[in-house]
Nanobody, 117 residues
C-alpha cells in the first residue's frame, strides 16, 4: 500500500487546515486509516483514526473537539480537518493504514504543519 498525503503548510494560531491522504495498491490492507504526528524532539503520537465502518477515535488530549477525521472509501482517502490550531500542533503529520490499527503497517511520507503564534 502506498500513501500520499497533502495539505500541510503554515497557518496562524486559531486557523484551520485540512489534510488528505490517498491510498493506492493493495487496498484490502487499508481497512483502518489514521493520522499520527511527530513534533521536533518528541515521539510519534496518535492523533485520530477511522475504521472502514466509519467509526472514529481521537487522541483525548490533543485532537478531540478540534480535529475531525473522515474517510471516503470510494476514493480510498482519509481527511483530517484541523480547527483552532495551536503552536503545539506544529509537527509532521503522517498518514497510516493497515488491516487493523492503530497503528497499521503502512506509513505515508509525512506532511509538515507549522502553526505560528
Amino acid at each position: 500500500v502506498q500513501l500520499q498525503a497533502y495539505g500541510g503548510g503554515v497557518v496562524q494560531a486559531g486557523g484551520s487546515l485540512r489534510l488528505s491522504c490517498t491510498a493506492s495498491g493493495r487496498l484490502l490492507s487499508s481497512k483502518y486509516m489514521a493520522w499520527f504526528r511527530q513534533a521536533p524532539g518528541k515521539e510519534r503520537e496518535f492523533v485520530a483514526g477511522a475504521a472502514w465502518s466509519g467509526r472514529t477515535t481521537y487522541a483525548e488530549d490533543s485532537a478531540k473537539g478540534r480535529f475531525t477525521i473522515s474517510r471516503d472509501n470510494a476514493e480510498n482517502t482519509v481527511y483530517l480537518q484541523m480547527n483552532s490550531l495551536k503552536p503545539e500542533d506544529t509537527a509532521v503529520y503522517y498518514c497510516n493504514t493497515g488491516r487493523n490499527g492503530p497503528p497499521g503497517n503502512f506509513w505515508g511520507q509525512g506532511t509538515l504543519v507549522t502553526v505560528s503564534s
